[in-house]
Protein backbone atom coordinates (compact mmCIF):
# COMPACT_ATOMS: atom_id res chain seq x y z
CA UNK A 1 0.00 0.00 0.00
CA UNK A 2 0.99 3.30 -1.08
CA UNK A 3 2.06 5.91 1.60
CA UNK A 4 -0.79 8.50 -0.61
CA UNK A 5 -3.46 5.97 -0.01
CA UNK A 6 -6.44 8.20 0.87
CA UNK A 7 -8.15 5.00 2.73
CA UNK A 8 -6.83 4.07 6.25
CA UNK A 9 -9.01 2.43 8.81
CA UNK A 10 -9.86 4.96 11.45
CA UNK A 11 -7.27 5.36 14.23
CA UNK A 12 -8.02 2.52 16.71
CA UNK A 13 -8.77 -0.25 14.75
CA UNK A 14 -7.65 -3.20 13.48
CA UNK A 15 -7.61 -5.50 10.18
CA UNK A 16 -7.48 -9.16 11.17
CA UNK A 17 -5.89 -10.87 8.22
CA UNK A 18 -5.44 -14.80 7.35
CA UNK A 19 -2.43 -15.63 9.24
CA UNK A 20 -3.25 -14.25 12.75
CA UNK A 21 -7.52 -15.10 12.14
CA UNK A 22 -6.60 -18.88 12.74
CA UNK A 23 -4.97 -17.76 16.91
CA UNK A 24 -8.48 -15.69 17.29
CA UNK A 25 -10.99 -18.62 15.86
CA UNK A 26 -9.31 -20.95 17.98
CA UNK A 27 -9.51 -19.23 20.87
CA UNK A 28 -13.49 -18.29 20.33
CA UNK A 29 -13.43 -21.94 19.66
CA UNK A 30 -11.80 -22.92 23.09
CA UNK A 31 -14.27 -20.63 24.91
CA UNK A 32 -16.86 -22.15 23.23
CA UNK A 33 -15.63 -25.64 24.67
CA UNK A 34 -15.46 -24.08 28.15
CA UNK A 35 -18.47 -21.83 28.66
CA UNK A 36 -20.09 -25.31 27.43
CA UNK A 37 -19.09 -27.14 29.69
CA UNK A 38 -19.76 -24.95 32.81
CA UNK A 39 -23.60 -24.39 31.39
CA UNK A 40 -23.45 -21.46 29.29
CA UNK A 41 -24.96 -20.57 26.06
CA UNK A 42 -24.53 -17.90 23.68
CA UNK A 43 -26.26 -14.22 23.60
CA UNK A 44 -26.20 -11.91 21.01
CA UNK A 45 -27.33 -8.05 21.53
CA UNK A 46 -26.93 -5.14 19.42
CA UNK A 47 -23.63 -3.51 19.00
CA UNK A 48 -25.57 -0.04 19.89
CA UNK A 49 -28.22 0.43 22.44
CA UNK A 50 -29.62 4.24 23.58
CA UNK A 51 -27.17 6.06 25.49
CA UNK A 52 -29.17 5.98 28.92
CA UNK A 53 -28.30 1.78 28.86
CA UNK A 54 -25.18 2.84 29.23
CA UNK A 55 -25.43 6.39 31.61
CA UNK A 56 -27.89 3.99 33.97
CA UNK A 57 -25.72 0.82 34.29
CA UNK A 58 -21.74 1.54 34.11
CA UNK A 59 -22.53 5.10 35.56
CA UNK A 60 -22.30 8.62 34.92
CA UNK A 61 -18.99 9.54 36.84
CA UNK A 62 -17.19 6.49 35.22
CA UNK A 63 -14.35 7.30 32.50
CA UNK A 64 -16.28 5.12 29.96
CA UNK A 65 -19.31 7.46 29.86
CA UNK A 66 -17.57 10.37 30.88
CA UNK A 67 -15.26 10.83 28.23
CA UNK A 68 -15.05 7.22 26.03
CA UNK A 69 -18.70 6.77 24.75
CA UNK A 70 -18.97 6.38 21.07
CA UNK A 71 -22.44 8.15 20.89
CA UNK A 72 -24.29 9.81 18.33
CA UNK A 73 -28.15 10.98 17.45
CA UNK A 74 -29.33 8.75 14.76
CA UNK A 75 -31.50 10.03 11.94
CA UNK A 76 -34.88 9.98 14.29
CA UNK A 77 -32.95 11.75 16.85
CA UNK A 78 -32.44 9.21 19.16
CA UNK A 79 -29.39 9.29 20.98
CA UNK A 80 -27.34 6.19 20.35
CA UNK A 81 -24.10 4.78 21.66
CA UNK A 82 -21.89 1.79 20.22
CA UNK A 83 -21.63 -0.41 23.15
CA UNK A 84 -18.43 -0.20 25.58
CA UNK A 85 -18.48 -3.13 27.24
CA UNK A 86 -21.21 -6.61 27.09
CA UNK A 87 -23.03 -6.91 30.38
CA UNK A 88 -25.40 -3.67 30.06
CA UNK A 89 -26.80 -5.30 27.06
CA UNK A 90 -27.25 -8.29 28.19
CA UNK A 91 -28.97 -7.14 31.20
CA UNK A 92 -31.16 -5.14 28.96
CA UNK A 93 -31.53 -8.11 27.18
CA UNK A 94 -32.79 -9.95 30.00
CA UNK A 95 -35.06 -8.20 31.28
CA UNK A 96 -37.01 -7.27 28.04
CA UNK A 97 -37.66 -10.86 27.69
CA UNK A 98 -37.90 -11.74 30.67
CA UNK A 99 -35.77 -14.55 31.01
CA UNK A 100 -36.49 -14.27 35.03
CA UNK A 101 -39.86 -16.58 34.38
CA UNK A 102 -40.09 -19.99 35.93
CA UNK A 103 -39.75 -21.13 32.46
CA UNK A 104 -35.96 -20.30 32.41
CA UNK A 105 -32.59 -21.70 34.07
CA UNK A 106 -31.47 -20.22 37.48
CA UNK A 107 -29.05 -19.08 37.11
CA UNK A 108 -29.46 -17.97 33.48
CA UNK A 109 -25.49 -18.63 32.47
CA UNK A 110 -24.91 -17.09 28.48
CA UNK A 111 -21.93 -15.88 27.28
CA UNK A 112 -21.02 -13.40 23.77
CA UNK A 113 -17.53 -12.84 21.98
CA UNK A 114 -17.59 -9.33 20.00
CA UNK A 115 -16.60 -5.67 19.42
CA UNK A 116 -16.93 -3.22 21.90
CA UNK A 117 -16.47 0.66 21.01
CA UNK A 118 -14.27 3.05 23.03
CA UNK A 119 -13.01 6.25 22.23
CA UNK A 120 -9.49 5.93 24.00
CA UNK A 121 -5.60 6.69 22.93
CA UNK A 122 -5.13 4.26 21.32
CA UNK A 123 -1.38 1.98 22.10
CA UNK A 124 -0.23 -1.58 22.23
CA UNK A 125 -3.42 -3.68 23.94
CA UNK A 126 -5.88 -0.84 23.43
CA UNK A 127 -8.26 0.14 20.82
CA UNK A 128 -10.84 2.33 19.63
CA UNK A 129 -12.72 -1.39 18.52
CA UNK A 130 -11.65 -3.83 20.61
CA UNK A 131 -12.96 -7.18 21.02
CA UNK A 132 -14.33 -8.87 24.41
CA UNK A 133 -15.32 -12.14 25.29
CA UNK A 134 -17.45 -12.33 28.41
CA UNK A 135 -19.91 -14.15 29.98
CA UNK A 136 -23.02 -13.72 32.48
CA UNK A 137 -24.62 -15.58 35.23
CA UNK A 138 -27.80 -13.92 35.85
CA UNK A 139 -30.75 -14.55 38.68
CA UNK A 140 -28.19 -15.87 41.28
CA UNK A 141 -26.50 -14.64 44.33
CA UNK A 142 -24.28 -17.59 45.71
CA UNK A 143 -20.52 -17.84 46.41
CA UNK A 144 -20.61 -20.63 44.26
CA UNK A 145 -21.37 -18.98 41.22
CA UNK A 146 -18.55 -16.55 41.99
CA UNK A 147 -16.41 -19.30 42.42
CA UNK A 148 -17.55 -20.87 39.55
CA UNK A 149 -16.42 -18.06 37.01
CA UNK A 150 -13.25 -17.53 38.09
CA UNK A 151 -12.57 -21.41 37.60
CA UNK A 152 -13.98 -21.13 34.51
CA UNK A 153 -12.09 -17.90 33.32
CA UNK A 154 -9.24 -19.99 34.86
CA UNK A 155 -10.10 -23.06 32.75
CA UNK A 156 -10.15 -21.03 29.50
CA UNK A 157 -6.70 -19.63 30.05
CA UNK A 158 -5.33 -23.23 31.20
CA UNK A 159 -6.47 -24.65 27.52
CA UNK A 160 -5.15 -21.55 25.51
CA UNK A 161 -1.44 -22.38 28.04
CA UNK A 162 -1.22 -19.25 29.08
CA UNK A 163 -2.72 -19.83 32.87
CA UNK A 164 1.17 -20.25 34.65
CA UNK A 165 1.16 -16.43 33.77
CA UNK A 166 -1.47 -14.93 35.14
CA UNK A 167 -2.56 -14.18 38.55
CA UNK A 168 -5.55 -13.51 39.77
CA UNK A 169 -6.59 -10.32 42.11
CA UNK A 170 -9.70 -10.30 44.32
CA UNK A 171 -11.81 -7.40 46.24
CA UNK A 172 -14.91 -7.42 48.09
CA UNK A 173 -16.84 -3.79 47.26
CA UNK A 174 -19.56 -5.03 49.81
CA UNK A 175 -23.58 -4.46 49.46
CA UNK A 176 -24.84 -1.12 49.81
CA UNK A 177 -24.99 -1.26 53.67
CA UNK A 178 -20.86 -1.48 53.47
CA UNK A 179 -20.20 1.04 50.87
CA UNK A 180 -22.52 3.48 52.40
CA UNK A 181 -20.51 2.89 55.53
CA UNK A 182 -17.37 3.55 53.17
CA UNK A 183 -18.40 6.23 51.25
CA UNK A 184 -18.65 8.22 54.60
CA UNK A 185 -15.42 7.30 55.56
CA UNK A 186 -13.38 7.65 51.94
CA UNK A 187 -14.83 11.09 51.51
CA UNK A 188 -14.15 12.43 55.36
CA UNK A 189 -10.06 10.67 54.43
CA UNK A 190 -10.11 12.62 50.74
CA UNK A 191 -11.27 16.18 52.26
CA UNK A 192 -8.24 17.73 53.35
CA UNK A 193 -6.46 16.61 50.31
CA UNK A 194 -9.20 17.96 48.00
CA UNK A 195 -6.85 20.73 46.58
CA UNK A 196 -3.80 18.39 45.67
CA UNK A 197 -6.93 16.11 43.69
CA UNK A 198 -7.39 15.82 39.97
CA UNK A 199 -9.71 17.70 38.31
CA UNK A 200 -11.94 14.23 37.67
CA UNK A 201 -11.12 13.22 41.65
CA UNK A 202 -12.23 16.52 42.42
CA UNK A 203 -15.67 16.40 40.89
CA UNK A 204 -16.13 12.82 41.80
CA UNK A 205 -15.41 12.82 45.34
CA UNK A 206 -18.54 13.89 46.74
CA UNK A 207 -20.74 12.24 43.24
CA UNK A 208 -18.79 8.84 43.25
CA UNK A 209 -15.78 9.08 46.15
CA UNK A 210 -15.33 5.04 44.93
CA UNK A 211 -14.27 5.95 41.67
CA UNK A 212 -11.14 8.23 43.26
CA UNK A 213 -9.99 4.93 44.25
CA UNK A 214 -9.54 3.94 40.14
CA UNK A 215 -7.56 7.34 39.07
CA UNK A 216 -4.36 6.87 37.67
CA UNK A 217 -3.32 10.01 38.20
CA UNK A 218 -0.03 9.80 40.10
CA UNK A 219 -0.74 12.54 43.04
CA UNK A 220 -4.19 11.06 43.07
CA UNK A 221 -2.71 7.43 43.47
CA UNK A 222 -0.35 8.25 46.01
CA UNK A 223 -2.69 9.78 48.02
CA UNK A 224 -5.20 7.18 47.78
CA UNK A 225 -2.50 4.55 48.98
CA UNK A 226 -3.61 5.63 52.57
CA UNK A 227 -6.85 5.95 52.60
CA UNK A 228 -9.08 3.33 54.55
CA UNK A 229 -9.79 0.42 53.15
CA UNK A 230 -13.23 -1.22 52.03
CA UNK A 231 -12.50 -4.49 53.55
CA UNK A 232 -12.31 -2.92 57.38
CA UNK A 233 -16.11 -1.79 56.78
CA UNK A 234 -17.92 -4.95 55.20
CA UNK A 235 -21.53 -5.42 56.43
CA UNK A 236 -21.42 -8.85 58.46
CA UNK A 237 -23.36 -10.58 54.89
CA UNK A 238 -20.59 -9.09 52.89
CA UNK A 239 -17.92 -10.25 55.04
CA UNK A 240 -19.30 -13.92 55.45
CA UNK A 241 -19.74 -13.45 51.57
CA UNK A 242 -16.82 -12.95 51.18
CA UNK A 243 -14.71 -15.29 53.62
CA UNK A 244 -16.90 -17.87 51.97
CA UNK A 245 -15.85 -17.25 48.15
CA UNK A 246 -11.72 -17.54 49.62
CA UNK A 247 -12.70 -20.45 51.17
CA UNK A 248 -13.94 -21.83 48.35
CA UNK A 249 -11.30 -20.94 46.19
CA UNK A 250 -8.61 -22.14 48.38
CA UNK A 251 -10.20 -25.44 48.68
CA UNK A 252 -10.38 -25.76 44.76
CA UNK A 253 -6.47 -24.88 44.65
CA UNK A 254 -6.88 -21.89 42.58
CA UNK A 255 -4.28 -19.05 43.84
CA UNK A 256 -5.58 -15.28 44.29
CA UNK A 257 -3.91 -12.05 46.15
CA UNK A 258 -6.35 -9.73 47.64
CA UNK A 259 -6.09 -6.03 46.34
CA UNK A 260 -8.22 -3.99 48.70
CA UNK A 261 -7.89 -0.71 46.51
CA UNK A 262 -9.23 -2.75 43.35
CA UNK A 263 -12.10 -1.49 42.22
CA UNK A 264 -12.59 -1.75 38.77
CA UNK A 265 -14.09 0.85 36.23
CA UNK A 266 -17.96 0.39 36.23
CA UNK A 267 -20.53 1.72 38.75
CA UNK A 268 -22.52 -1.50 38.74
CA UNK A 269 -19.92 -3.47 40.83
CA UNK A 270 -20.42 -4.65 44.03
CA UNK A 271 -19.28 -7.82 46.36
CA UNK A 272 -17.16 -10.00 44.79
CA UNK A 273 -14.80 -8.19 42.07
CA UNK A 274 -11.65 -9.35 40.55
CA UNK A 275 -9.16 -9.27 37.84
CA UNK A 276 -6.88 -11.52 35.93
CA UNK A 277 -3.49 -10.12 35.17
CA UNK A 278 -0.34 -10.51 33.48
CA UNK A 279 2.94 -9.01 33.48
CA UNK A 280 4.50 -10.98 30.26
CA UNK A 281 7.40 -8.76 29.09
CA UNK A 282 5.56 -8.33 26.06
CA UNK A 283 3.30 -5.61 28.45
CA UNK A 284 6.49 -4.04 29.39
CA UNK A 285 6.52 -5.12 32.79
CA UNK A 286 3.34 -3.82 34.07
CA UNK A 287 0.84 -5.55 35.72
CA UNK A 288 -1.81 -5.58 32.41
CA UNK A 289 -5.70 -6.71 32.86
CA UNK A 290 -6.74 -9.62 30.57
CA UNK A 291 -9.76 -10.42 32.22
CA UNK A 292 -12.05 -8.02 34.43
CA UNK A 293 -15.01 -9.36 35.97
CA UNK A 294 -17.49 -9.25 39.34
CA UNK A 295 -20.41 -9.15 40.68
CA UNK A 296 -23.26 -6.83 40.07
CA UNK A 297 -26.57 -7.15 42.36
CA UNK A 298 -28.77 -4.30 41.72
CA UNK A 299 -28.04 -3.86 37.95
CA UNK A 300 -30.66 -5.88 36.55
CA UNK A 301 -33.28 -3.69 38.67
CA UNK A 302 -31.23 -0.79 37.79
CA UNK A 303 -32.57 -1.57 34.05
CA UNK A 304 -35.98 -2.07 34.99
CA UNK A 305 -36.07 -5.65 36.08
CA UNK A 306 -36.75 -7.76 39.06
CA UNK A 307 -33.79 -7.31 41.65
CA UNK A 308 -31.63 -10.40 40.74
CA UNK A 309 -28.34 -10.39 41.11
CA UNK A 310 -25.68 -11.50 38.43
CA UNK A 311 -21.72 -11.84 38.14
CA UNK A 312 -19.70 -12.06 34.97
CA UNK A 313 -16.28 -10.91 33.24
CA UNK A 314 -14.86 -9.54 30.07
CA UNK A 315 -11.95 -10.59 28.59
CA UNK A 316 -9.93 -8.15 26.35
CA UNK A 317 -9.33 -10.41 23.39
CA UNK A 318 -6.46 -8.13 22.28
CA UNK A 319 -4.49 -8.22 25.56
CA UNK A 320 -5.06 -12.18 25.19
CA UNK A 321 -3.71 -12.17 21.93
CA UNK A 322 -0.15 -10.35 22.56
CA UNK A 323 -0.04 -13.14 25.61
CA UNK A 324 -0.35 -15.75 23.73
CA UNK A 325 2.11 -15.00 20.71
CA UNK A 326 4.56 -14.22 22.97
CA UNK A 327 3.71 -17.56 25.90
CA UNK A 328 2.54 -19.85 23.52
CA UNK A 329 2.87 -18.43 19.66
CA UNK A 330 2.19 -22.33 18.65
CA UNK A 331 -1.29 -22.42 20.20
CA UNK A 332 -3.58 -22.08 16.57
CA UNK A 333 -2.66 -24.31 13.68
CA UNK A 334 -1.52 -23.49 10.31
CA UNK A 335 -4.26 -23.48 8.00
CA UNK A 336 -3.21 -26.25 5.15
CA UNK A 337 -4.72 -28.40 2.60
CA UNK A 338 -5.09 -31.75 2.04
CA UNK A 339 -4.32 -32.23 -1.97
CA UNK A 340 -2.97 -29.60 -3.95
CA UNK A 341 -3.73 -30.10 -7.79
CA UNK A 342 -1.02 -28.80 -10.55
CA UNK A 343 -1.56 -29.25 -14.16
CA UNK A 344 1.29 -28.76 -16.85
CA UNK A 345 -1.42 -27.50 -19.90
CA UNK A 346 -5.23 -26.78 -19.66
CA UNK A 347 -6.63 -30.17 -20.10
CA UNK A 348 -5.14 -31.42 -17.01
CA UNK A 349 -6.03 -27.99 -15.66
CA UNK A 350 -9.71 -28.60 -16.10
CA UNK A 351 -9.58 -32.54 -15.05
CA UNK A 352 -8.51 -31.13 -11.48
CA UNK A 353 -11.20 -28.37 -11.44
CA UNK A 354 -13.60 -30.75 -11.97
CA UNK A 355 -12.44 -33.51 -10.00
CA UNK A 356 -11.83 -30.93 -7.10
CA UNK A 357 -15.28 -30.05 -6.50
CA UNK A 358 -16.30 -33.24 -6.24
CA UNK A 359 -13.45 -33.80 -3.38
CA UNK A 360 -14.53 -30.70 -1.64
CA UNK A 361 -18.03 -32.00 -1.29
CA UNK A 362 -16.39 -34.78 0.68
CA UNK A 363 -14.89 -32.48 3.23
CA UNK A 364 -11.19 -32.55 1.41
CA UNK A 365 -9.27 -29.59 1.25
CA UNK A 366 -8.36 -29.14 -2.28
CA UNK A 367 -7.09 -26.31 -4.33
CA UNK A 368 -4.77 -25.51 -7.22
CA UNK A 369 -2.74 -22.85 -9.65
CA UNK A 370 -5.55 -21.03 -11.69
CA UNK A 371 -3.12 -19.43 -13.94
CA UNK A 372 -1.38 -21.52 -15.67
CA UNK A 373 1.85 -21.20 -13.86
CA UNK A 374 4.69 -23.36 -15.01
CA UNK A 375 4.77 -26.73 -13.31
CA UNK A 376 8.07 -26.19 -10.93
CA UNK A 377 6.05 -22.99 -9.37
CA UNK A 378 3.20 -24.59 -9.19
CA UNK A 379 4.57 -27.24 -7.18
CA UNK A 380 6.48 -25.04 -5.02
CA UNK A 381 2.79 -23.34 -4.51
CA UNK A 382 2.02 -26.97 -3.11
CA UNK A 383 4.28 -26.42 -0.15
CA UNK A 384 3.45 -22.60 0.47
CA UNK A 385 0.20 -23.64 0.83
CA UNK A 386 1.06 -26.18 3.55
CA UNK A 387 -0.62 -29.04 1.93
CA UNK A 388 -0.23 -32.69 2.83
CA UNK A 389 0.15 -33.96 -0.68
CA UNK A 390 -0.02 -32.62 -4.21
CA UNK A 391 -0.95 -34.41 -7.50
CA UNK A 392 0.32 -33.76 -11.20
CA UNK A 393 -2.38 -34.23 -13.53
CA UNK A 394 -1.29 -34.54 -17.45
CA UNK A 395 -2.41 -36.67 -20.29
CA UNK A 396 -0.87 -39.84 -18.96
CA UNK A 397 -3.19 -39.35 -15.59
CA UNK A 398 -6.34 -38.37 -17.52
CA UNK A 399 -6.49 -41.47 -19.56
CA UNK A 400 -5.88 -43.80 -17.12
CA UNK A 401 -7.57 -42.22 -14.37
CA UNK A 402 -4.77 -43.30 -12.28
CA UNK A 403 -3.03 -40.39 -9.87
CA UNK A 404 0.15 -40.30 -8.14
CA UNK A 405 -0.31 -38.21 -4.78
CA UNK A 406 3.25 -37.25 -3.43
CA UNK A 407 3.40 -36.19 0.44
CA UNK A 408 4.99 -32.70 0.18
CA UNK A 409 7.38 -33.03 2.94
CA UNK A 410 8.47 -36.37 2.53
CA UNK A 411 8.55 -37.10 -0.85
CA UNK A 412 6.54 -40.49 -0.28
CA UNK A 413 4.10 -41.38 -3.23
CA UNK A 414 0.93 -43.22 -2.99
CA UNK A 415 -0.59 -44.27 -6.67
CA UNK A 416 -4.80 -44.44 -6.50
CA UNK A 417 -7.59 -44.35 -8.63
CA UNK A 418 -9.86 -41.49 -8.85
CA UNK A 419 -13.10 -43.43 -7.83
CA UNK A 420 -11.21 -44.85 -4.69
CA UNK A 421 -10.26 -41.59 -3.68
CA UNK A 422 -13.48 -40.11 -4.12
CA UNK A 423 -14.77 -43.18 -2.17
CA UNK A 424 -12.49 -42.76 0.30
CA UNK A 425 -10.40 -40.01 0.15
CA UNK A 426 -9.66 -40.19 4.24
CA UNK A 427 -7.88 -43.16 3.01
CA UNK A 428 -5.00 -41.65 1.06
CA UNK A 429 -4.90 -38.07 2.50
CA UNK A 430 -3.90 -39.02 6.25
P1 LIG B 1 -8.20 -0.49 31.67
O1 LIG B 1 -8.05 -0.13 33.12
O2 LIG B 1 -7.03 -1.23 31.11
O3 LIG B 1 -8.66 0.65 30.83
P2 LIG B 1 -10.90 -1.31 32.01
O4 LIG B 1 -11.11 -1.38 33.47
O5 LIG B 1 -11.37 -0.12 31.28
O6 LIG B 1 -9.37 -1.60 31.64
P3 LIG B 1 -12.90 -3.33 31.53
O7 LIG B 1 -13.96 -2.35 31.29
O8 LIG B 1 -12.91 -4.08 32.78
O9 LIG B 1 -11.49 -2.64 31.34
O10 LIG B 1 -12.82 -4.36 30.32
C1 LIG B 1 -12.35 -5.71 30.48
C2 LIG B 1 -11.14 -5.97 29.62
O11 LIG B 1 -11.34 -5.50 28.29
C3 LIG B 1 -9.89 -5.25 30.06
O12 LIG B 1 -9.26 -5.93 31.09
C4 LIG B 1 -9.06 -5.27 28.80
O13 LIG B 1 -8.40 -6.50 28.64
C5 LIG B 1 -10.10 -5.08 27.73
N1 LIG B 1 -10.16 -3.69 27.30
C6 LIG B 1 -10.77 -2.64 27.89
N2 LIG B 1 -10.63 -1.52 27.16
C7 LIG B 1 -9.90 -1.87 26.06
C8 LIG B 1 -9.42 -1.17 24.91
N3 LIG B 1 -9.68 0.11 24.73
N4 LIG B 1 -8.71 -1.88 23.99
C9 LIG B 1 -8.46 -3.20 24.15
N5 LIG B 1 -8.88 -3.91 25.21
C10 LIG B 1 -9.59 -3.27 26.15
MG1 LIG C 1 -10.42 1.54 30.52
Partial sequence: MSKTNKFQRPKGTADILPGEIETWQKIEE??????????YEGIRTPMFENLELFDRSAGETSDIVEKQMY???????????LRPEGTAGVAR????????????????????????????????????QFTQIGCEALNN??????????????EFFKRLGVADKLKVTLNCLGDKETRDAYRTQLIDYLKPFYDQLSDDSKRRLYRNPLRVLDSK????????????SI?????????KYFDTVKQQLDALGIKYEIDPDMVRGLDYYNQTIFEIMSDSPVFGGDWVTVCGGGRYNGLIAQ?????????????????LLLLLQEENPDFAPQPGLDLFFTAPDEDGSN?????????????????????GRKLGTQIKEAARRNAKYFTVIGDREIESGQLTLKHTQTGEQVEVAVDDLLANPQNYLK
Fill in 30 to 39: TARDVFRVYG
Fill in 351 to 371: YAFKLMIRLRSKDVAVDKDYE
Fill in 217 to 228: DATDKKIVANAP
Fill in 303 to 319: VGGPDNGGIGFGIGVER
Fill in 71 to 81: DFDDKGGRHIA
Fill in 231 to 239: LDCLSDYSQ
Fill in 141 to 154: ESPQVDVETIAMAM
Fill in 93 to 128: AYVENRLYGPEYTKPYKVYYMGPMFRYERPQSGRQR
